[in-house]
């Protein structure tokens, strides 16, 4: 279903619950040149249980306070794939009222505020899902399931399971947060157990995160936002030592699972020398870079030092030849007489007695 010529949100509404009435599956998608815009109207949609909504279309628009630019009930299933969903305004962008969210590759779903919420699961298996402030990137009352793609959430939480039986399981992708709030004395900063403080917040449990999963919480509490490449400065990774500051073709980000590049605009990384230390693929760990690349380092300056040595040397016996010979010979006397062959065949007389 191509949404391109349809005049607006209540068009597009109309048209699919038509098609959903008779049909399992429905895919939206839209041919314009640019994304349809809601013109700040909301969209909502019902999805009747045991069927789905297949999202294909670039959608924006702005977003009122306590709406959302998507809205979706019933209990059915919408998947978004191969397109770009982008709020602006206070609102959520995607609100799943009563049924399951799933992000595949190359979709990207962004706003201000929560870019999704859903009172059923959020599944992400690809493309990015990203909220630029507010209260997180998902909030979501069932459970959350990251097995690839991105989550970033430059305010709040990146994942919160609000749910009395939510869980959170992470096993493969990569989840980014800062982390800008003061610490009380009676709570620390940082991992207990698998809950990471500023990223990942369950109402009961714990987030279970496995390999290739990372997790990463930057703390932005100092205000530095310059570090050295290869290391790990104010970040709290879990599992541990799967992640670094990088900069990668003069962007600056974070390096994870020795491999995969997520770029970040608010940091500054200085590039260095850094070896990876192989960690059975998991990562580098930050502390042995450093003793790698410290070791490096003093390697190549013995090095220079003894080419150094060696050039002096060579220039030493290179001015002794020279000296050498420069320095004037004894002439021979052409004119001295030559002794006869005769003579000098001669034996010696015998002295007389």
Known sequence: ??????????????AIETELATTDTVTVIHTGSAAYDSAAADLKIFIPAGKKLLWQADYTGEVAAETALLFFAGGGTVEFAGCSIIGTGEGSVIYQGNG???VSENAEIRGNNLAITATGNVTIKGGSVRSDKGEGAVMCMGKFTLSGGTVYAAEGYAVSGAGINSTITISGGFIFAHYAEEVSASSAHGVAGNNIEGALTLFSGEPQISKPGVVVVWDTLSGKTEYTNGTAENLTVSPANSAVWWVEDGVSGIRYNNESFFPLETVVVNDALVILNEDSGAGADPNMNIALTAAVVGGILVILIGVLVLMKRSRARKRTAEVGAETPQTPVDETAPEL????SSEPPSEEKK
């Open 1 to 14: 279903m191509d949404i391109k010529d349809m005049a607006d949100t209540a068009a597009i509404k109309t």
């Open 100 to 102: 399951d969210v799933v």
């Open 340 to 343: 006869s062959s005769e003579l």
